[in-house]
């Protein structure tokens, strides 16, 4: 399993830089904002060569939600995104991390209602994943469906209706984004579900329970990564929180090694049984 970060105020501007920062606190790739990429393209290009730190995948960047209420902005998204992943895909990221929207509408806050019904979530979302399965299948990339907590989505927030997505479509090039963070509130046991739905997952999210770097809160990574470990997953892991502490920078490289310690131990409990 191989360790990815996103942009942290922390790192330098300057990409070629940020990349030699992100590898010096031990991290293996780069989970790149969208929009960064397309705009500064010929630079990424260039620092992943002379760094030979990878880019491992795309995260936000685009405009709209693939279950967008407003048609103009779902399909604007698309758009988007298509545009990010033929350069995603020429230098080798594995693809791009897609929920079917974010604080759009939670059936958990009021009006508690949705402008729309279950049936036609599920046309938009199936519509606008085909159209990004054939995208991805054409840049060698792939769709790394996310599912979000309660809060902050009401379309897809377990493994299961995203799995169900993925089948119902016959997509085969969408896979699923397991986020430890989501998964704590949403998933009954977070490792069995990793291998409950093994097939499907091409990507992982870690956060500790609060949103913030793993280790400052109670999720037992363990557990998860040993179950990553019993799926031969091969794919990064990407951190996607917010940094506790007086100096964010140090706290988030004690959170590496925090982690790493993490995988070794699951490697250990693997043997040991």
């Known amino acids: 399993m191989k360790l990815a970060t996103q942009d942290k105020p922390f790192y330098s501007s300057e990409i070629e830089q940020k990349l030699l920062e992100i590898k010096d606190m031990g991290f293996d790739a780069f989970e790149i904002d969208g929009a960064y990429l397309i705009e500064k393209f010929d630079k990424v290009e260039a620092a992943v060569r002379n760094t030979s730190v990878d880019i491992s995948s795309v995260c936000g960047g685009y405009r709209g939600w693939i279950g967008d209420f407003n048609e103009e902005r779902r399909m604007q998204a698309i758009s988007d995104i298509e545009n990010i992943l033929k350069r995603a895909g020429s230098i080798g990221a594995k693809g791009i991390v897609v929920p079917a929207a974010w604080g759009m509408f939670s059936l958990r806050l ?16 199936l519509d606008s994943l085909k159209r990004l399965d054939n995208i991805a299948g054409s840049t060698g990339t792939a769709i790394f469906l996310e599912p979000l907590n309660r809060y902050e989505d009401h379309m897809i927030n377990t493994l299961e209706t ?17 986020d430890f963070f989501h998964m704590n509130i949403e998933e009954k046991n977070i490792a069995e579900s990793i291998l409950k739905y093994k097939e499907f997952i091409g990507h992982v999210h870690i956060a500790d329970s609060h949103r913030y770097q793993p280790g400052d809160g109670h999720l037992d990574f363990v557990e998860g990564f040993r179950a990553l470990l019993d799926i031969d997953y091969k794919g990064y892991m990407a951190f996607e929180c917010r940094v506790l502490g007086e100096n964010p920078a140090e706290e988030y490289k004690k959170s590496v090694e925090y982690i790493k310690e993490c995988i070794a131990r699951a490697r250990w409990s693997k043997c040991k049984n």
């Open 110 to 125: 009021p009006p508690m209602v949705p402008p729309r019904s279950p049936e036609e979530d599920r046309y938009v979302l």
């Open 162 to 178: 995203a799995k169900q997505l993925i089948c119902d479509g016959g997509f085969k090039n969408v896979k699923i984004t397991a």
